[in-house]
C-alpha cells in the first residue's frame, strides 16, 4: 500500500473528521442511536404480536410485562444516547434481538417464495436481509475499541498523532476512520477493514483527465 499508516484504523463506523478536534464518534452514535430506537420499537412490535397470538397480551400479566419491555427499552435508548457506561452493553442486545428478527422474517419469506411460487416476496427478503446486515454491523462496531473510548469518552484519537500531510477519512465503503496522504493514494490502495477500494474509479479517471 502506498501510505503505510493507512493500516492503523482509528474507528469503525464514523464519518470523517472535519478538523482537529472534533469529535468522529458522535456522527456513528447519533446515527446508531436513532436504529436503537427503531430496532428497539420493532422488537416491542413483534413481541406484542406474539403476546397478542398467544392470548396473554390481554390479561394483567401479559400487558403488564409488555409495558415494562417497553420502559426498558426506552431506558436503555435514553441511556446510550447519553452514552451512559451501563446502556452500551444492553444496546447491543436490542440490535441483536432486532437482527435476530430480520433474518427470521427473511427466510420466512424467502421459504415462502420457493414453496409457493411467490415471486413477489423477494423484495421483502431483500429489505428484511439489508435490515439485519445493517443492525448487525451497528452491532459489531462497539466491539472495535475505538468506538468504545470515544462512546465513554475517553478520547480515541488523543494517542492518534497525525504525521505532516496526514489527514483523517473515511474509507467509502465501511467508514472505517483511516490515516492517509492523499496525494499519496492510488487505485490499488484498499481498506484494511473491509479490503474496498479507497479511491474510486471515477475520480482517478476525473483526475486523469484533468491530468491530460
Known amino acids: 500500500m502506498a501510505n503505510s499508516r493507512a493500516d492503523e484504523m482509528v474507528l469503525a463506523g464514523s464519518a470523517p473528521t472535519p478538523q482537529p478536534g472534533s469529535d468522529p464518534v458522535e456522527h456513528i452514535h447519533r446515527g ?16 406484542a404480536e406474539i403476546l397478542g397470538n398467544a392470548g396473554i397480551l390481554s390479561t394483567p400479566f401479559g400487558s403488564g410485562f ?11 435508548y435514553s441511556g446510550y444516547r447519553s452514552r451512559k457506561p451501563w446502556a452500551y452493553w444492553p444496546s447491543v442486545g436490542v440490535l441483536f434481538l432486532a437482527t435476530l428478527v430480520f433474518l427470521v422474517n427473511a427466510f420466512l ?27 448487525g454491523r451497528r452491532a459489531l ?36 476512520v483511516l490515516a492517509i496522504r ?23 479517471k476525473r483526475y486523469n483527465d484533468e491530468e491530460a
Not at 442511536?33 to 422488537?43: M, P
Not at 409488555?66 to 436503555?76: E, Q
Open 32 to 47: 446508531t442511536s436513532f436504529i436503537v430506537l427503531v430496532d428497539g420499537a420493532i422488537v416491542v412490535f413483534v413481541l
Open 182 to 204: 492523499p496525494e499519496m493514494l492510488g487505485d490499488a490502495d484498499r481498506c484494511p477493514h473491509c479490503g474496498g477500494a479507497l479511491v474510486s474509479q471515477e475520480l482517478i
Open 141 to 176: 462496531f462497539h466491539w472495535h475499541p475505538g468506538y468504545r473510548a470515544g462512546y465513554l469518552r475517553k478520547g480515541p484519537l488523543d494517542t492518534f498523532n497525525l504525521e505532516d500531510g496526514e489527514m483523517l477519512a473515511a474509507c467509502p465503503t465501511c467508514l472505517a
Open 66 to 76: 409488555l409495558a415494562t419491555v417497553v420502559f426498558t427499552g426506552l431506558m436503555v
Open 109 to 135: 419469506f424467502l421459504y415462502i417464495m420457493i414453496v409457493g411460487g411467490l415471486l413477489t416476496n423477494i423484495l421483502f427478503v431483500v429489505l428484511f436481509s439489508w435490515a439485519a446486515l445493517g443492525s
